[in-house]
Each structure stands twice: as structure tokens, then as C-alpha cells.
């Protein structure tokens, strides 16, 4: 038999450096032995090296723990102990086996770590984490609730700083637990400990351990009650307390430690710097670390890896260099992780770094408690005591106990501050209080500690001890235990009002279910599915059920008595109360995600965001208070003193009179006034200036003016001699306009003070000097240094510049917000239904915000009338930005369904992504469009000349303030295109073609119509399409100016230009997709239906469905039918649907029920890649026709037809984005 050797001969001593050499420590007499042995071992492993010898055990042990963690995590997610305890068990059995079995070098190396490490490792994570996830507006206001009483909830982001100085140094909720209640725990406790002749009978020591225990792990304290239903405002009461007795426990550790040595010798002075240091500085220090990240991070332009990166070393960075200066690293982190949120980062960033740091955090408590096992273990194991369980029993009983009292005596004082307080907040606040990283570090550091007694190195141990196992009771019991205490108190029971609005969630998911189950038997690949099975397959039990008792409590049904009509009977209104108020929280929290929505889609910029987000937050705990766009314009207000500091100097500099008189043809005074406006004379009159700077300065250097002073009197006059002359020249070039310029009247006044100041010196120059003299001379030389203000002539049009750019932010930030309240406002619209549980909650939820969004867009008009020009540019941007971002998702998608390969994507990504860093490029300002431009602007006129200019010939019309442009009842005269202002459409709301009786009982009357239109905005288009009587009135709210077509002028139009797509099928287009837009957003809050808007532009159409015509809609070519005018029967349910409506896709054949009836078709994607069937009526000529001939007769539709509505939508799209581009290329 063969045997084949599996050794390789080293490749040499370069591969020695792969390997570390074994030290195996010889005991008694086998030294040499087992030295002879390590040396036959290395020999061995020199010659032949199949596997290397020895390998960093620290890497294998610190990933094989997070290995167990994770597994630890999967098995046991259904149980309550928490994992970080079988954790802890894991580093003691490895403490153990290094004690009793086998030495293991790893174990000694961990179980001697040092404390600095230890800190620097763990702490950054963890507090930045716990800062990070809280909800700042709500810590915040609670802090100022207390500072001032009538502070402004919307403050701006300036007053941050402020705000954490109050933070530091003024009383809250917060403060009061984490500073006085910390150390009135701290002293029961060490006095308790000291009673119990503990340590020896030491005081300090006793007081050390006091401080240990009674600080708390931010994390862990929440980690049990933050996905209960816990209130908010008590999460970050508990967390905040966390994090600020972290802070003061590790400054008290220190500063008693060092006392307790004898090594301060100036106590006080030391004290309050100390205190200086690590309170007030390393606060202003976070506050500056924040501005510094939130800078750097909006250079960086959707680059989640480097955002990333930048928020993980920006945490361990400025906590070193704030521990390297004597300042609190946990304060200046925290700070850090309060300014910071979601917003600061760029949209899409939010999600993945919060897992990020969840991860983070998780692996830091992983290695924490491994590392407390090991260390409690190695260190404590001989030093153990026989009344160890005792002591240990009284130690935990007493830390609750004693943190029980100090919550109980500052009640009183709680219950006045911030949010209030109560005795239930005040349970959960004890039992929450978690030790652990913190507790664990100071009594590590005080174990590692070099003492010269034996006495005193036991008792460190015994410290470590009590505190390691203390801190792991808290762990096991009251972490287990806190929710059952929650839930015992009722501070997050589920209230009748919130499971009404679960029960009502749930009927909205059972509705989706049945309704798939409906689509998905028409699949033809599932048509043999065992529906049976299916449907039994998907029975849930949801939580919260209703049962019919409580429904009845809500509301009872009954008939009435005359007409037999169900009535609802109100039996209880504080239930519907608070059913308002629970629709109320929730309707916060929707718009508060729209906003985050707009942000992630870049409607809205990063400070908007973040302005409107806070002020929700803000009035989640205001009852009965909904957001109104009064109190959040608050926050945008403009600083009134950069207005008025730009308009000073703005007048200073360019507004001067009129010249009055004409260029002199004198040779002389024409060469002067060349000569004075000469750009060259402008540089020599500053270099002047800049020269005459030195001799001032010197005039007030006493002992160099005493040496120089006949030198300096030359030079004085010297340079007041050349101010006279560039003065007379001035006036002999500009003439009698010479005293119109304010810098001129400036510089004539510095010359004649000039004259002053000489005949002055002169005049006192024989008389013998005196106090009176002496006082006289040095005023007058003061005030030459009026002549270095010249200097500012050049100065102040860059800061006039400055002052703009600045105004132009505050102005778009304020458009910005009043956007994004309007976009929210919008986009919450259609989850009212889903929110409210109540009609009469529906009902009035619906007025609120149909009033604040009239409100809201009032404001937006009033902008666009007095800043036009700003508002057009953020339009502009906004346009652009919803372009790109709809080329955007049409790329994912197209990469997602393998059209474009990942590479090519990349590089197309890349594209886009370099056109939205350009966006910044754009200009603040851009002027306003005339009414031609308008006209050309306006979809159906676009690229079509001979429309524009046969629609050219309408009338330019202007109205007052209050001035009526059409009324109520009365026949559309025409179309008016609104060049500039703002208009209020008031009466009832468009009907859009259903009768006037059908409408009613739909829409019964409630909220009256209102609406605000502005620039851009066109009234009456339907009207005129269908001849009817204007359902509102319309009346100016500013000067308007309107661009006005007639009725007789555009019927004439429509008869002119038949040829496909005629004018009034385009018209009808334009209705019927403003109309989708509405419906599908109502009906579809939750879906992005711009996008798919937006990827089917070009597969729809406009069709006719005449009064007693059927139709087939849904056979196979369509993805949505909308119904945008009229109304239809569907032919097998005979189920009735009006304007505006999505019809339903088990509905396969309408009947037309009205006079006009429209329906834009969305044809599936496919079908654009073939022709039309050819199976609907729409003819491009039916409009006209049917108008003329006065009946509505559907013709057949032929391929040719079917064509045609391809080449219209591929126009509509065309102009569309070629009006798009070009705007573009004209902007840059």
C-alpha cells in the first residue's frame, strides 16, 4: 500500500510572519521537558507546514459569540429572557474552564481589558444610538415648556444651541430625575450600604457603589416597553434620564474617586471647571459637531455607503476628541444623535441606517455582556463571600426601593414641568431602570485599579461583584416583568376608540382579500385552484375585535318612523370624542409620513422637511389640536431686519434721483466726466483710501505719532487734498446730479470734516494746551476714520448679493412649507375614511382639513403674487425633479424586469443622477411668463402654431382686487388663462356632468366649495366643452390679469381644426387626466399613482359612451377605466356610478346614462406594441360632429382609429417632454 504524504516543505521564513510562536510557560520540573518539546514543535513547523500553528483566538471567539447571539436570537424570539443574559452565562463558564480546567490566554486577555478601551469601544454606539432614535421636538418643547412659558413651538433650527444650554443648565422633567434624583440615589443608597458595614466600613467606597447603581442603560431600559403602545413622551422621559445620569454618574465617579485620593488641591476651582467642561462645553461642542456633519452630509449627493461611513466615524471621532479635551464624550455624542434624524441623511438612507445602528447596538451588548461573564468570573471568583446571597438580595431590593422614593418625593415637582407626571409614569420609570453598560464600566475601572492594600484591591472586587450581578437581576426580573406592569397599570391598554380604528383596518384588509380572491379566478392559470382550501387558508383571527356590544355603544341604528329611513342615535358623545382624538393622533402620523414621502420623491428639501415634521409631532400631544397652516407660518416668517438692512443699502447705493440736466459740451467738463467714469479712477480712489489707512492707524499709536508727527500732519493733508480733488471732479462731471448720490453727499462730508479737523489743529496750535484742547483734537482724529467707510462702496454690493441669496432661501423654504402642507393635506384626504370609524368623525375631520388646505392654498397664491418670480423658480425645480425621478423608477424598473442590464442601469443612474446634482445650478429667480408664453405653455396649444396663433387674437383682460370674473348659474362666455394673480372659485363643486338630484345623494351638502387658482390656472374649460351653467363664482382676491377666449372663438376653433387629434379632443384629454389624477389619489392614498400615470401617459385615451349606448370595457386590453364625465349603469348589476369614479374591474359592459358621458382608458402595456382592436367608438371626429348634428350617434372604430389615438398620446407626450427639454436647455 502506498501512503501519501500530505506535508509541504515551508516555503521559507517569509511565511514565519503568518504564524505566531507559542508560549507554553513551563511548570515545576517538566520545564525542560516542555521547553525541549516547544522546540521540536517550532523545528517541526519550520520544515513542514500543512496548518498554521496559532491564530488570533480573539477574532474566533468575538464572531463565534455573535454567531451564538444571532442563533440565540431565531430560537428564542417567542420566550421573554432576554438573550444578553444566556450571554453572560457563556463569558462565565469560559471564566470558569480558565479557572478550574484549562488556562486560556484569551480569557486572561479580556478579563484584564482596559476600562478607557472599554468605554471608547462600547459607550459611542450606545448613546448615539438611544440619541438618535429619540424624538427630539417632543424633548425639546418639553424643555422650553418650562424655560419660557410663551415660546414659539416652531422655532427655527437657530435656536438649537439655545435650546441645549437650557437643556444643560435649566429645570425639566428630565433634569430633575438625571441630576438631583441620580444623586439623592446615590447617597441613600451608599448610606444604606454604609449601614449595612459593608466594604469595611468605608464611606467612599460606599458612595462609588452608590453611583454604579444608580445609573442606567438607555437602551435597555426601553428596549422592553418601546413596542407596546407605551405613550411617547414616557419612552423618551425614561430614555433621556438614561442618558443624562450616564453622563453625571461617570462626572461624580471621577470627581469622588479623585477626592477620595486627596489629589485635588484647589477642590472648588476644579469642581467647576470640571463641571464647565463637561456640561456646558461638551454641549456646544455636539451642537458645532452636528452643523459640521449636516454640512458635510449635504454635499454628499445620495451616496448611502459614504453617509453611512460619515455618521459611524463622525460618533467614535468627536467622542475621543471631547474625552481628549476634558469634555463629556457621552453629552457631546448625545447631542449629536438628538440634531440628527432621518431628514439630515438623503432619502432612501433613513431605513438602512437605522438597522445599521440597531445592528450596531445589538453586537455592542453581545460583547459587553461576554466581556462582564468573563471579567465578574476571573476576578471575583476567590473573593466570594459566604453572605453573598444575602447582601445580593438586599442590593437589588434596595436599588428599586430607594429609586422608588427619590421618583415619589420629586413628583411634586415632576408633575409641574414639561409634560406632567403621575404615579403610574412614575412605576414604570422605577421598574424600567435597567443597569448595564455604564454601571459595569465604573466598576470595572475601579477593579483595574493598582492599590498598594490588599484591603482595598477586595474591595474593588467585591464592588464588581455586586454591581455585575445587580446589574444582571435587573436584567432577568425587571425586564421580564415591566410590560406585565405596563399593561396591569393601563398605560397602553387598547382603548375602544383604538381598537375601533384596528376594527376598521382590518375590515379594509378583509375587503383587499376578498377582492383578490375576486381577480385572481379570472386568472386562467389559477382557474382549477381549490378556492375552498384557499379561502380557509387565509382565516385569521386579528386582534382587537369588535364584539356587537361596543359597536352598539358607539352607535345605534334605527328606522325612522315617517319614512323609514336608518338614522344613527348618538348614545355616548365623549366616545366620539375620543374617537376624534384617536383620528386625530393618526392623521399626524400621516401627514408626518407624507412629508417624509415628499422628501424621499424631492418635492420637498431637507430643512422643510424637517419644519413640518416637528411641528406634527408637536401637536400629538395638543388634544383636540389639529396642524393649521396660521400657526405653522409662524416658522416661515422672513426676518424682517435682512429685509430691511437689504432695502437700506439698496437705496443707499442705486436709488438716486433723476438727472435733470444734460452732459455739458463744455471740452472741460466732457473730459472730466470721462475721466470720473472711467473704471481706472474708481480703482485709484480705493487704493487711496487703502494707503491714507495707514497714517489713521498710526495717529493712534502714541509713541510712534509723538515721533512722526510733523510726517503724519503732511500726509493728512496730503490725502485730504486728493479727496477735494476727486471730489470737485465729480461735481464738474456730473453737475448739479452731484448731490443725488449718497456716496457722493458721504465723501463731500469726510472733505469738509477734513477742513474741519486742520483749522481746528491750526487754531489751537498757538494756545497752550488743555484738557478742553487735548479732548477736541483727539475727536477730530477719531473721525477720520470715517474716510476707511469709503471702503464700503465696494463692499456693500456683495453684501446686498449676500442679503438676497439669504432672503431668496427664507422665501423658497417658506413656499417649500406651505407645499409640502398642501401636498399633505392631499395625500391624507383619502384615509379619513379608513381613519375616522365614525360618520360624524368623517364628517368633521373632513371639514378641518378641506378649511386648512383652502387656507394653505390661499397663502400659496398670496406668494405667488408678491414673490413671482422665486415661486416660479421652486416650481421650476420641483418640475425638473419630478421628471427625473419618474426617469428614475422607469429605469428600476426596466432593470428589475432584465430590459436593461444592472451595468448599463448604473451607468444610466449615473445620468440622472448628474442631472439632479444640476438642479442646484438653477437660478433663484426666474421671471415670470407673459401671456404668449402662457398660450404656448398650455397642453393642448403646444407645438401646434397654427392653434397658437389662431387663439392668439383672445383678449388681455385685467381686474381689481374683488372684482367678479364669472358668477354662479350664469353661461360660460369663454376661457380665462390667468397671466398674473390670484382668483377664489366659491359655490358648489364641480358635478362633472351628473345630475344635479343623483349628485346630492352622494354628496350631501356639508363643506362648501372653495378653491383658490393662480397663475397658470385656466377657468371654464369644461363648461364650455359641455354648455353648461357655471356651478361657482369666481372672484379676484388681487389684481388678476387673464387672457380671455370666447366661447363663439373657441367653438370656431374646434370647427376649424378637426384634424387628428382635433382641439377638442385634446381639450378633453387634458379634463380627463386632471380628473384621473384626483380620483386615483383619493381612491389609492397608499399606491404611487403619479408613477404609473406617468409610465402609461402614452397608452391612453378618451372615449364617448352616448346616453342608452353600451360599451365593453375590461376585455383583456385594459388596465383602468375612469369615468371622468357623465354617468354609466353597469348592464349586469344595473349598479349606478357617476363622475368621477374607477370602474370596477368585474364590471364588463356599461350603459351611457347622461347626456356626456367620457371614459379615459388605460390600455395594458402591451397593447401599445400592437394595433388597437378596433372594438370602441373613438372617432377623433365624433366631438365636432356629434355638436353639429346635435345626436350621439357612436361610430364604428376602425384600425385607422385605433392608430390615431396612438399618434395622439405619442404627440401629447412629445410636446410634453420637448417643452420639458427645452426649458431646460434654456435654463442652463
Not at 435733470?660 to 466726466?673: A, E, V, Y
Not at 421652486?874 to 426596466?894: G, H, R, S
Not at 349586469?1132 to 379615459?1160: E, F, N, W
Amino acid at each position: 500500500m502506498t501512503h501519501l504524504n500530505l506535508s509541504f516543505a515551508a516555503a521559507g521564513p517569509a511565511d514565519m510572519g503568518y504564524r505566531a510562536t507559542r508560549q507554553v510557560p513551563g511548570h515545576g520540573h517538566g520545564h525542560r521537558y516542555h521547553q525541549q518539546e516547544e522546540e521540536e514543535d517550532e523545528y517541526y513547523f519550520d520544515k513542514w507546514d500543512i496548518l498554521p500553528k496559532d491564530l488570533p483566538v480573539i477574532v474566533l471567539l468575538v464572531f463565534a459569540t455573535f454567531a451564538a447571539a444571532a442563533l440565540l436570537r431565531t430560537i428564542l424570539k417567542e420566550t421573554k429572557m432576554p438573550i444578553l443574559v444566556f450571554i453572560f452565562f457563556v463569558g462565565v463558564a469560559l471564566g470558569l474552564i480558565d479557572r478550574f480546567a484549562s488556562e486560556l490566554e484569551i480569557v486572561k486577555t479580556i478579563a484584564s481589558i482596559d476600562p478607557v478601551l472599554f468605554i471608547h469601544t462600547f459607550s459611542p454606539a450606545i448613546i448615539f444610538s438611544a440619541a438618535f432614535d429619540m424624538d427630539f421636538y417632543i424633548f425639546r418643547k418639553s424643555i422650553w415648556q418650562l424655560v419660557h412659558p410663551t415660546y414659539n413651538q416652531f422655532q427655527t433650527p437657530v435656536w438649537d444651541l439655545h435650546c441645549f444650554v437650557g437643556f444643560i443648565w435649566k429645570r425639566d422633567t428630565v433634569l430633575l430625575l438625571a441630576v438631583p434624583g441620580f444623586l439623592v440615589n446615590s447617597a441613600l443608597l451608599a448610606f444604606l450600604t454604609f449601614k449595612l458595614n459593608k466594604f469595611d466600613g468605608s464611606f467612599d467606597y460606599c458612595m462609588l457603589f452608590g453611583v454604579i447603581l444608580s445609573t442606567t442603560d438607555p437602551i435597555l431600559s426601553v428596549a422592553s416597553v418601546k413596542n407596546i403602545g407605551l405613550s411617547k413622551i414616557l419612552i423618551n422621559l425614561i430614555k433621556g434620564e438614561s442618558l443624562l445620569n450616564d453622563a453625571i454618574s461617570i462626572i461624580i465617579f471621577e470627581f469622588h474617586r479623585d477626592l477620595s485620593r486627596r489629589q485635588h488641591k484647589e477642590m472648588i476651582l476644579e469642581f467647576l471647571t470640571k463641571m464647565f467642561l463637561k456640561c456646558f462645553a461638551s454641549a456646544v461642542f455636539g451642537f458645532l459637531s452636528s452643523r459640521v456633519t449636516l454640512c458635510w452630509l449635504k454635499y454628499i449627493f445620495n451616496d448611502g455607503i459614504v453617509e453611512v461611513v460619515l455618521s459611524f466615524s463622525t460618533v467614535y471621532l468627536i467622542f475621543y476628541i471631547a474625552e481628549q479635551l476634558g469634555m463629556s464624550g457621552i453629552i457631546a455624542v448625545c447631542i449629536l444623535g438628538l440634531l440628527l434624524d432621518s431628514v439630515s441623511f438623503s432619502p432612501g438612507v433613513d431605513l438602512f441606517l437605522y438597522k445599521f445602528w440597531a445592528m450596531l447596538t445589538f453586537l455592542a451588548h453581545v460583547l459587553l455582556y461576554l466581556i462582564m461573564g468573563i471579567v465578574i468570573t476571573h476576578k471575583t471568583i476567590l473573593h466570594v463571600k459566604s453572605p453573598l446571597s444575602f447582601f445580593i438580595i438586599t442590593v437589588y431590593l434596595s436599588l428599586n426601593l430607594v429609586r422608588a422614593m427619590v421618583v415619589l418625593a420629586l413628583s411634586p415637582f415632576l408633575s409641574h414641568v414639561g409634560y406632567g407626571f403621575n404615579w403610574r409614569w412614575g412605576a414604570v420609570i422605577v421598574w424600567s431602570g435597567i443597569r448595564g453598560t455604564f454601571s459595569f464600566n465604573m466598576a470595572l475601572a475601579l477593579s483595574q485599579e493598582k492599590f498598594q492594600h490588599e484591603k482595598d484591591t477586595s474591595t474593588s472586587v467585591q464592588i464588581l461583584l455586586h454591581s455585575g450581578i445587580a446589574s444582571l437581576l435587573t436584567l432577568i426580573i425587571n425586564s421580564t416583568t415591566v410590560k406585565k406592569l405596563v399593561m396591569a397599570l393601563g398605560l397602553c391598554s387598547f382603548t375602544l376608540p383604538k381598537r375601533m380604528a384596528l376594527h376598521n383596518a382590518v375590515q379594509r384588509i378583509r375587503q383587499i382579500e376578498a377582492n383578490t380572491f375576486s381577480m385572481l379566478k379570472l386568472d386562467r392559470f389559477l382557474a382549477d385552484a381549490n378556492w375552498e382550501m384557499a379561502e380557509e387558508a387565509i382565516q385569521m383571527e386579528y386582534p382587537f375585535r369588535l364584539d356587537s356590544e361596543e359597536i352598539s355603544n358607539l352607535s345605534k341604528t334605527l328606522k325612522c318612523q315617517e319614512c323609514d329611513a336608518d338614522t344613527t342615535f348618538e348614545r355616548n358623545p365623549q366616545q366620539i370624542a375620543d374617537l376624534m382624538e384617536e383620528a386625530r393622533l393618526r392623521l399626524l402620523t400621516a401627514q408626518m409620513a407624507s412629508y417624509r414621502k415628499q422628501y424621499s420623491n424631492g418635492i420637498l428639501n431637507q430643512d422643510a422637511a424637517q419644519t413640518l415634521i416637528g411641528a406634527a409631532e408637536s401637536y400629538v400631544d395638543i388634544k383636540g389640536k389639529f396642524m393649521n397652516i396660521h400657526e405653522v407660518k409662524t416658522y416661515w416668517e422672513s426676518k424682517g431686519f435682512l429685509v430691511t438692512l437689504k432695502k437700506w443699502l439698496t437705496d443707499w447705493v442705486y436709488n438716486v434721483k433723476e438727472e435733470k440736466s444734460k452732459p455739458s459740451r463744455n471740452k472741460i467738463l466732457k473730459m472730466c466726466r470721462e475721466v470720473v467714469f472711467m473704471d481706472e479712477f474708481e480703482c485709484m480712489s480705493t487704493i487711496v483710501t487703502f494707503l491714507n489707512s495707514v497714517p489713521i492707524i498710526l495717529n493712534f499709536m502714541g509713541s510712534v505719532s509723538s515721533v512722526f508727527l510733523p510726517q503724519l500732519r503732511m500726509m493728512n493733508y496730503y490725502f485730504l487734498g486728493l479727496y477735494t480733488l476727486e471730489a470737485i471732479l465729480k461735481a464738474l462731471a456730473m453737475g448739479r446730479t452731484y448731490i443725488y448720490h449718497h456716496w457722493n453727499l458721504f465723501e463731500l462730508l469726510i472733505v469738509v470734516l477734513g477742513f474741519i479737523d486742520i483749522m481746528i489743529t491750526s487754531l489751537f496750535k498757538s494756545v497752550s494746551p488743555s484738557t478742553q484742547v487735548i479732548a477736541a483734537i483727539e475727536v477730530f482724529q477719531a473721525i477720520r476714520l470715517l474716510r476707511l467707510l469709503r471702503l464700503l462702496k465696494h463692499v456693500i454690493p456683495k453684501a446686498i448679493y449676500l442679503l438676497d441669496t439669504q432672503i431668496n432661501k427664507q422665501l423658497t423654504f417658506r413656499y417649500d412649507i406651505a407645499k409640502g402642507y398642501v401636498q399633505g393635506e392631499e395625500d391624507i384626504k383619502g384615509v379619513i375614511g379608513q381613519i375616522a370609524g365614525h360618520e360624524r368623525v368623517y364628517s368633521e375631520i373632513s371639514k378641518i382639513l378641506e378649511t386648512n388646505k383652502q387656507e394653505a392654498m390661499k397663502e400659496l397664491g398670496l406668494m405667488q403674487r408678491e414673490y413671482p418670480e422665486i415661486v416660479i423658480a421652486v416650481k421650476t425645480k420641483q418640475a425638473v425633479q419630478t421628471v427625473l425621478n419618474a426617469a428614475y423608477e422607469t429605469l428600476k424598473f426596466m432593470i428589475s424586469g432584465g430590459i436593461v442590464d444592472r451595468n448599463e442601469g448604473t451607468e444610466l443612474h449615473k445620468v440622472i443622477l448628474k442631472k439632479k446634482k444640476q438642479l442646484a445650478m438653477l437660478p433663484p429667480r426666474i421671471a415670470p411668463a407673459t401671456a404668449e408664453e402662457l398660450l404656448r405653455n398650455v397642453i393642448w396649444l403646444q407645438n401646434e402654431k397654427n392653434h397658437i396663433e389662431y387663439i392668439q387674437k383672445a383678449q388681455i383682460l385685467y381686474y381689481d382686487y374683488g372684482g367678479v370674473i364669472c358668477e354662479e348659474h350664469e353661461q360660460p362666455g369663454g376661457i380665462y388663462l390667468i397671466v398674473s394673480g390670484m382668483t377664489k372659485l366659491h359655490g358648489s363643486a364641480p358635478r362633472y356632468g351628473v345630475d344635479k338630484e343623483h349628485y346630492l345623494q352622494t354628496h350631501p351638502a356639508g363643506i362648501p366649495y372653495t378653491d383658490y387658482l393662480a397663475t397658470g390656472a385656466i377657468i371654464g374649460e369644461l363648461n364650455c366643452l359641455t354648455n353648461q351653467e357655471m356651478e361657482y363664482t369666481v372672484t379676484c382676491e388681487t389684481a388678476v390679469q387673464t387672457c380671455f377666449i370666447s366661447i363663439d372663438d373657441l367653438l370656431e376653433a374646434f370647427d376649424t381644426f378637426l384634424d387628428e387629434p382635433s382641439l377638442e379632443y385634446k381639450i378633453w384629454m387634458k379634463i380627463a387626466l386632471d380628473v384621473a389624477v384626483k380620483t386615483f389619489k383619493e381612491n389609492y392614498p397608499d399606491k404611487n399613482w403619479a408613477e404609473k400615470l406617468c409610465m402609461q401617459f402614452s397608452n391612453m385615451y378618451v372615449t364617448d359612451v352616448p346616453n342608452h349606448t353600451k360599451c365593453d370595457i375590461y376585455n383583456g386590453t385594459m388596465d383602468d377605466v375612469i369615468l371622468v364625465h357623465g354617468t354609466v349603469q353597469d348592464c349586469q348589476t344595473l349598479q349606478r356610478y357617476a363622475a368621477p369614479h374607477i370602474l370596477p374591474k368585474l364590471c364588463h359592459q356599461v350603459q351611457g346614462t347622461a347626456p356626456i358621458t367620457k371614459l379615459l382608458v388605460i390600455k395594458t402595456a402591451d397593447t401599445i406594441l400592437r394595433k388597437n382592436s378596433g372594438m370602441y367608438s373613438v372617432s377623433q371626429q365624433y366631438h365636432a360632429t356629434a355638436r353639429r348634428m346635435g345626436h350621439a350617434t357612436l361610430t364604428a372604430a376602425s384600425e385607422t382609429e385605433g392608430e390615431s389615438q396612438s399618434t395622439l398620446n405619442t404627440n401629447l407626450e412629445h410636446m410634453y417632454v420637448s417643452s420639458t427639454n427645452s426649458r431646460w436647455e434654456q435654463m442652463h
